[in-house]
């Protein structure tokens, strides 16, 4: 038995390479729980580098057949026993220090559920995305700002099912329906601290967000009605939201089910370039 108090689910489907990259992120001054979540992969590479990297100790849970990686994350949750969490794509990287310092803060706040900070995307872009300082369901309703890659107390995913969709396949769009049961239960976060980076997203033309755009006004529709009671109190959690009142105008007409164009994230990216920001979702 593991006596580790994080562990590190990571989903992997043919990341080749990317995964000993993922992998090797993870350095801590603590023991820390590492579970590669195989999510059916074919490719010949990847397959080779996960034989070899449970050769190197690292538990390899392989899936019978790709589910997408919120089964994935989830079926690692449950064969996992550490008191935190973290989710982190084996095409991403964790910073160093970071488990441990997320770990400490909700060590010390056991009323919060999830830890966080901001987050570096880089690879076909580079920009520094700031995640707001606490769950705020007003924005999540619209957009994704927080950072996929968070600390999660186990108690609290497995009370909420994990990123599990009632049997509905979400490409993408997990994560955004776990932190939208936090806000419906009142789940409180914590940040790490304005600029503090914690994980470094990559960001490549196979990304299965990038994919994912192409299908936001269905996958939102899905959300809506995942989420119906959250959805049906917008006017209540508008007037609790600390966003300013043009950022609570502007959020109806520039997110929710609005087709996402390929071309909006270069712009969007190109505008905090020099510090003109709305938003910091998807």
Same mark, same amino acid.
């Given at each position: 038995?593991?006596?580790?108090?994080?562990?590190?689910?990571?989903?992997?489907?043919?990341?080749?390479?990317?995964?000993?990259?993922?992998?090797?992120?993870?350095?801590?001054?603590?023991?820390?729980?590492?579970?590669?979540?195989?999510? #059916?992969?074919?490719?010949?590479?990847? *397959? $080779?580098? +996960?034989?070899?990297? !449970?050769? &190197? %100790?690292?538990?390899?849970?392989?899936?019978?057949?790709?589910?997408?990686?919120?089964?994935?994350?989830?079926?690692?949750?449950?064969?996992?026993?550490?008191?935190?969490?973290?989710?982190?794509?084996?095409?991403?990287?964790?910073?160093?220090?970071?488990?441990?310092?997320?770990?400490?803060?909700?060590?010390?706040?056991?009323?919060?559920?999830?830890?966080?900070?901001?987050?570096?995307?880089?690879?076909?872009?580079?920009?520094?995305?700031?995640?707001?300082?606490?769950?705020?369901?007003?924005?999540?309703?619209?957009?994704?700002?927080?950072?996929?890659? #968070?600390?999660?107390?186990?108690?609290? *995913? $497995?009370? +909420?099912?994990?990123? !599990?969709? &009632? %049997?509905?396949?979400?490409?993408?769009?997990?994560?955004?329906?776990?932190?939208?049961?936090?806000?419906?239960?009142?789940?409180?976060?914590?940040?790490?601290?304005?600029?503090?980076?914690?994980?470094?997203?990559?960001?490549?033309?196979?990304?299965?967000?990038?994919?994912?755009?192409?299908?936001?006004?269905?996958?939102?529709?899905?959300?809506?009605?995942?989420?119906?009671?959250?959805?049906?109190?917008?006017?209540?959690?508008?007037?609790?939201?600390?966003?300013?009142?043009?950022?609570?105008?502007?959020?109806?007409?520039?997110?929710?089910?609005?087709?996402?164009?390929?071309?909006?994230?270069?712009?969007?990216?190109?505008?905090?370039?020099?510090?003109?920001?709305?938003?910091?979702?998807?």
């Amino acid at each position: 038995m593991s006596t580790a108090r994080i562990a590190v689910l990571m989903p992997c489907f043919d990341e080749g390479d990317l995964l000993l990259e993922s992998v090797a992120s993870v350095r801590e001054q603590e023991p820390v729980e590492i579970l590669v979540i195989d999510d #059916a992969s074919s490719n010949s590479r990847t *397959l $080779e580098l +996960l034989e070899r990297l !449970e050769g &190197e %100790g690292v538990t390899v849970l392989r899936q019978p057949s790709n589910a997408g990686p919120g089964a994935a994350r989830t079926a690692g949750l449950h064969a996992t026993r550490a008191e935190y969490v973290f989710s982190l794509d084996a095409d991403d990287l964790v910073e160093p220090g970071m488990l441990a310092r997320m770990a400490t803060l909700l060590d010390g706040r056991p009323e919060a559920g999830v830890a966080y900070g901001d987050h570096q995307e880089f690879g076909d872009g580079e920009v520094l995305r700031r995640a707001p300082e606490r769950i705020d369901p007003f924005r999540l309703l619209y957009v994704f700002e927080y950072p996929p890659a #968070a600390l999660f107390r186990r108690s609290v *995913l $497995e009370r +909420l099912g994990g990123w !599990e969709a &009632e %049997g509905i396949r979400l490409p993408a769009y997990e994560d955004w329906h776990l932190w939208l049961k936090l806000a419906e239960h009142g789940v409180q976060g914590v940040h790490v601290g304005p600029g503090v980076i914690t994980y470094r997203r990559r960001l490549h033309g196979d990304r299965l967000l990038t994919r994912a755009r192409k299908q936001h006004r269905s996958l939102y529709r899905t959300l809506r009605r995942l989420h119906p009671a959250l959805f049906a109190q917008v006017g209540q959690h508008r007037r609790a939201s600390d966003l300013s009142t043009r950022r609570k105008l502007l959020y109806p007409i520039v997110y929710g089910g609005r087709p996402k164009f390929s071309f909006e994230h270069r712009i969007r990216v190109a505008l905090e370039r020099h510090g003109l920001r709305i938003s910091g979702g998807p």
